[in-house]
């Protein structure tokens, strides 16, 4: 695949975890993101969130906070933590797409800085750029 790609994870997935993940949905084989050499990749770990944190309705509704999420909290991150992160992600996801989509030069720096130089808290997030492989000149089958 020759797109870019911005992938967010959650922070504290173990091996076991990203096992019993792959085993429940039969994935077997390379992983896409390592083989992902095409595009420029940026991988988001959020290291206070956990899965459904990822979504709007974890912090909109009270009631699924407090009866089915707030026992998958991650270490002492609490729901304001959880606010607070998915702002970043969700500003991420806006600085990509303007990047991708616009060609914000000023969206793409955003996107390589680190996240204190763009304001975001200690202990939020890691972000990893990994620009595309250069692609080599194939002269095969060519007319010279």
């Known amino acids: 695949m020759t797109i870019p790609l911005i992938y967010f994870e959650e922070g504290d997935q173990s091996l076991e975890d990203q096992d019993r993940l792959n085993s429940r949905f039969h994935?077997?084989?390379?992983?896409v993101l390592n083989q992902w050499v095409r595009g420029d990749l940026i991988t988001v770990?959020?290291?206070g969130l956990f899965h459904p944190e990822f979504c709007s309705i974890a912090y909109r509704n009270e009631e699924l906070w407090e009866k089915?999420?707030?026992n998958l909290q991650v270490a002492?991150?609490?729901r304001a933590d959880g606010l607070i992160g998915y702002s970043w992600v969700m500003r991420y996801?806006?600085?990509?797409?303007?990047?991708?989509?616009?060609q914000d030069v000023q969206a793409g720096a955003?996107?390589?800085?680190p996240p204190t130089t763009n304001g975001v808290p200690n202990h939020t997030m890691s972000v990893k750029f990994?620009?595309?492989?250069?692609?080599?000149?194939?002269?095969?089958?060519?007319?010279?």
Not at 132 to 143: H, Y
């Open 130 to 144: 990994r620009p595309r492989a250069p692609v080599a000149n194939n002269t095969v089958g060519k007319p010279k």
């Open 76 to 78: 002492d991150y609490n």
């Open 27 to 31: 994935a077997d084989g390379p992983s």
């Open 68 to 70: 089915e999420l707030s």
């Open 93 to 102: 996801t806006r600085a990509f797409l303007d990047f991708q989509l616009k």
């Open 110 to 113: 955003f996107l390589k800085a």
């Open 45 to 47: 770990r959020m290291l």
